[in-house]
């Protein structure tokens, strides 16, 4: 999108971002959102929702759910003896 569009701050400085950029990004109702401040400009970089970006992507490895519960396992006794 090269668009460039303006939208205004709401109450207790909500900013609402119209619909056609949401659908053209992905962004759906309760993503999370990282903000930062860089050079005076406010920068928006929307997180995906991992178990959304599970079902999108291309599956490149298979698992059984007894070897993620033993690599699981593993993982939390290593943590546990640190």
Known sequence: MSQVLVSKVGKKG??????????ELGIKEEDKVLMKVEGGKLVLEFIPD???????IR??????????????????NQLSNN
């Open 14 to 23: 909500a900013i609402y971002i119209p619909k056609r950029v949401c659908e």
């Open 50 to 56: 991992p178990l959304s970006l599970a079902v999108k």
């Open 59 to 76: 599956k490149w490895a298979k698992t059984t759910v007894e070897e993620f519960e033993k690599e699981s396992e593993e993982e939390q």
